[in-house]
């Protein structure tokens, strides 16, 4: 990972973010995503979790994109959302503050290039990582939850 040459599959693994933005724009902008790289760092991996008042729920959204590649996002996010209904219901409400951040995130990254909130060497201070060797500010209230 890292490196500047168009990689296929970084590029398909960012449609996870842009799922993501998607899903925002549809009124899930208590979801929140969990980027990291795996611990031989040969693979991004992401989840979509929501804080609930006692406990985190999560799913694993990086290895379920490998399905459906070649669908549009509105497309891809319809799919996922129905396989997922319990899940995205929990993630309804505001958080106009976050889908701002994020939305930014998403205009400063290049193509293929993805952010991560840890790997095996790095843990989440007031900044991700990118697979380009870029940093990305985050919310101080928005630091992983590990």
Known sequence: MGSKKENSYEINMQKVLFIASELHKRGYEKLRIEPS???????WRCRYFVILETEKK????SNWIHIEEKHSI????DLL???NFDFFSKCKGESHEYVQWFSE???ILQEGELP??????FSATDY???TLDN???VLPDEIIFL
Request: contains cysteine; hydrophobic residues 35%.
């Open 116 to 121: 991560y909130a840890y790997d095996d060497c």
């Open 81 to 83: 959302e129905k396989e």
């Open 135 to 137: 940093k990305i500010k």
């Open 58 to 61: 999560s799913i694993t959204v």
């Open 74 to 77: 509105q497309k891809l996010a």
């Open 128 to 130: 991700w990582k990118t």
């Open 37 to 43: 790289i795996s611990p031989n760092g040969m693979a």
């Open 105 to 107: 995130m998403l205009k």
